[in-house]
């Protein structure tokens, strides 16, 4: 079945309409979405452990006499970790460690209290501490995320953060060994296996059994993103994230067939993910679609990708690779590999991304399990204004300020004139009375 796959040429007069229905996504969830999560909400906020317990139940099959079943404890996980196979644990092992070093850089780099004084003796600094509880949000519904573990937990860890509170869904109670033991290397304090908005909630507000947290971390289906969505306030979270994107930008010397698989790797997550790619070289377009079209039957998930592909996807000429990165930055990927012989000659185009990824062997799949940055990603454009996750997630910042004797008569008249002006008198001689010494 030929795959109905839009090509689009940025020299067509109706390109810029074409690419606003491809790039079209709403983050908005529908109105039947919306108030069952704030039932669930509610129904978690009001009963606790016995509607986690009976949602649970209904939800994902899984029936508990008690919260203490829907909890594994530190000799399970450990267990999970010695029952994989030494393959199994080897990658595990080496992709934390990867991603361990990564946020530890990250950390000596962003993370650290610092403070100086002025001329006249002021200490003004900034103190940074760790989160004291943390939840993190592993899904578990249609796959299992062994790396989602280790991207969250991690970089929490290397924070500091002491309690690391992750909640993963076990649809008829199957508990995957691979995420129990990726839990275990990654330090997670306290597993539960409970899932959907009302983990989330439970999370917000804290049960009988599940402790409340001050910041959730992790993505999710809708349901799961329109209670992060509802929390926030009570409390942090880390973005709400829409489906997942790849953009290739290629200058037609990368083997088509690795540019097809990568934008295939997106594809499968599921029917709205979006991959795109950006080429000058019209020739070389035609050889990705078919290698699309004969990789694409080889696959498991043919279904899911077509779909994805069909839905959402596209192949753009462009008339230079300069026009290809103007474009990237525009769509602000979550995504984006420079599959080109010269890729650091485009990066400094490149403003507007989740991650980048330079060079034809630099393949997106890389990032997400090995590499090392978090595959935690902004999405649906929100690259223009946010980061991956991080370390800097996880901390938070205090001003520090001691103002001596003589600072106070320095800066006293200042603050005084400012709160006359704006009518607050209190604030005013607050400052001027340190000036009577």
């Known amino acids: 079945m030929t795959l109905a796959l839009r090509a689009l040429d940025t020299r067509d007069a109706g390109f810029e309409g074409e690419l606003q229905r491809v790039l079209h996504w709403s983050a908005e969830t529908d109105a039947a979405i919306e108030g069952r999560v704030a039932q669930i909400i509610a129904d978690v906020r009001a009963r606790g452990d016995a509607a986690l317990l009976e949602l649970t139940a209904h939800l ?3 029936q508990a006499a008690s919260m203490a079943a829907l909890e594994i404890g530190p000799d399970e996980l450990r267990a999970a970790l010695a029952r994989i196979t030494p393959a ?3 990658a595990l092992e080496a992709a934390a460690a990867r991603v361990r070093e990564y946020h530890q850089r990250q950390f000596e780099a962003c993370c650290r209290s610092w403070s100086w004084r002025d001329a006249d003796g002021t200490l003004l600094g900034q103190k940074v501490t760790p989160l004291a509880r943390v939840g993190i949000y592993v899904p578990g519904g249609k796959a299992a995320y062994p790396s989602s573990v280790l991207m969250n937990a991690i970089p929490a860890q290397v924070a500091g953060v002491p309690e690391i509170v992750m909640v993963v869904p076990t649809p008829g109670g199957q508990r995957n060994a691979l995420v129990l033991a990726a839990a275990a290397i990654a330090g997670a304090t306290r597993v539960f296996t409970i899932g959907g908005a009302q983990a989330v909630a439970a999370l917000a507000y804290g049960t ?11 993505p ?3 349901f799961v993103a329109s209670a992060k969505r509802r929390v926030f306030g009570q409390v942090g979270i880390d973005m709400i994230a829409g489906p997942s994107e790849i953009l290739v930008l290629a200058d037609g010397s990368t083997p088509p067939d690795w540019v097809a698989m990568d934008l295939f790797s997106q594809a499968e997550h599921d029917e709205l993910a979006q991959s795109i790619l ?3 070289d019209a020739a070389y377009i035609g050889q990705v679609r078919a290698a699309i079209e004969r990789l694409l039957p080889t696959l498991p998930r043919e279904a899911v990708i077509r779909a994805s592909l069909e839905g959402r996807g596209a192949l753009i000429e462009t008339r230079s690779m300069e026009e290809a990165c103007a474009i990237a930055n525009r769509i602000a990927p979550e995504h984006l590999e420079v599959s080109s012989t010269a890729p650091h000659r485009w990066e400094p185009l490149l403003q507007h991304a989740g991650a980048i990824f330079l060079g034809a ?16 990603l902004p999405t649906a454009g929100s690259a223009r204004f946010s980061s991956p996750l991080g370390v800097y997630d996880f901390v938070k910042r205090t001003s520090l300020i001691e103002v001596s004797e003589t600072g106070a008569h320095k800066l006293g008249p200042i603050a005084a004139e400012l709160a006359y002006g704006e009518g607050l008198q209190a604030h005013a001689r607050a ?4 000036l009577k010494r």
């Open 361 to 376: 062997f630099t393949s997106e799949s890389l990032g997400d399990y090995c590499a090392g940055p978090n595959h935690v």
């Open 208 to 218: 009988a059994s599940v402790p409340r947290v001050d910041k959730i971390t992790g």
């Open 220 to 222: 999710g289906n809708a």
């Open 88 to 90: 199994q644990r080897t």
């Open 60 to 62: 994902d099959g899984l």
């Open 278 to 280: 950006l080429s000058p």
């Open 431 to 434: 400052a001027e009375l340190r």
